[in-house]
């Protein structure tokens, strides 16, 4: 996998996240695009991959939305968990369904909430609207997962393929 | 060998946790590296965000424009009879802001009025990407005056504050943001408290004791007690009270004067 192609994808996932979704909220909730692609290049591409999007796609979301650094945290763990399930225990890249998705987007919020409440020092919500937000969240990751899914693989894996 | 490149791999994701985490603390904050780091990467990714805003908002106003196009001649029959009404208020509104400039001026008052400043038009060029953070970027930067801790304002209401800025563009911590908080004053029984955002629900006006008078549908403004926003600048309507006799403060939901979601344009207060 060319590194360069994979930069330039990251960054039109965030131009798209920050130009875009934010005029196609549900219930005022945004789909997180950018873990979708780490979860995408850790089943396609492996763990190494993985750890590297996430690294790169979190740290650009972060400095794009605040001061505080956690979408690093969390997308760098999704992506190395990720390919570590893939390698080691499913093996096949079918294993991880959309399901799957909706189940890492709950998993990564409740990671970037609990991470602001240490460094912000106060919950970003109350509970109710927190676990409302969460669950919209990733039902919204999942839906929209099959129409990235085909052609993020594609681009990832152009060089194989040809 | 397999063995030795998962622990390799996992003592790389803890490096990674603990350097972010060190990152987090304003004296990592603050290190030149990584303010450079955030100031290319921001002038990498403006001008492409630029671009996509522009060509967004010209693609949805063509469509818009043409289903528009039909009610526009009606519409502005009744638009232009309600300006003329409208000319007539702002010559009365006229005479008070003059006859109030002159009362201030036999007090020796000085205005914090954000009408008193000069204001900035800017674009909102891109939203926040994470669903915790409420913030914006838009099209105005240092090249324009902008500095840090400049009041957001647009015609209905407080937007926020300057967060960061760089050339060409800054970004805007908004009020809803879970880590903004703004003095405030209830319009009608003066009571001051702190509203606090929350980025998913409503904000929270906090410190207002038990026995103070708030009700649901009282205005809130900002107080000026603060260096960052000028007073008098409406920030919500409360939306509920909540008090218990053993509480020493009362809970109070604040629904935000603008909304935010759908803001385009604001001006900054250049002060």
Redesign the interface.
Known sequence: MNWLRLFVLI?FA???????M??F?VF???P?L?LILVVISAIVLG??YG?AVG?VAGF??D???????????SK??IG?SIG?IKENILGAEEAISTVTVSIVSFIS?VI??SF?YF??G?????I???L??III?SLYNMAITPLIYPAAKKIMLYDEEK | MLYRR?RA?LI??FI??VV??L??FSIF?TTPLLRFS?AV??RL?YP??YA??SL?VATRDFFVNIALLRSAQKENKSLQAELSLYKAKVNSFNELVKDNEQLREYLKYRSSSPFSYRLLNAEV?????????S?F?INRGQDDGIKGDMAVISADGLVGRI??VSKSSS?VLLIT???SAVSVVNQRSRHVGII?G????PLLMKYVSSNADMQPGDIIVTSGMSEVFPRGIAVGTVTSVNKKDYDLFQKISVSPAVNL?KLESVFVVVR
């Open positions: 960054l965030l131009i798209v996240q920050t130009v875009l934010p005029h909220k005022g909730v945004v997180d950018l763990r190494r750890i690294v650009m979301q400095i794009l939305s605040s001061t505080v650094y956690v979408h690093i945290i760098a763990l190395y570590f919020a970037d909430i602001l460094f912000i106060k919950p970003v919500s109350t109710f609207y927190m409302a937000t969240y | 998962k791999n790389g994701i990674i946790l972010v985490i990152l987090n904050n955030r990467s921001i990714i492409v965000q996509a805003n967004y060029i891109a939203r926040s990407a994470s669903n915790w953070f913030s970027e967060a960061e970004k943001d879970p880590s606090i929350s980025s998913i629900g979601s």
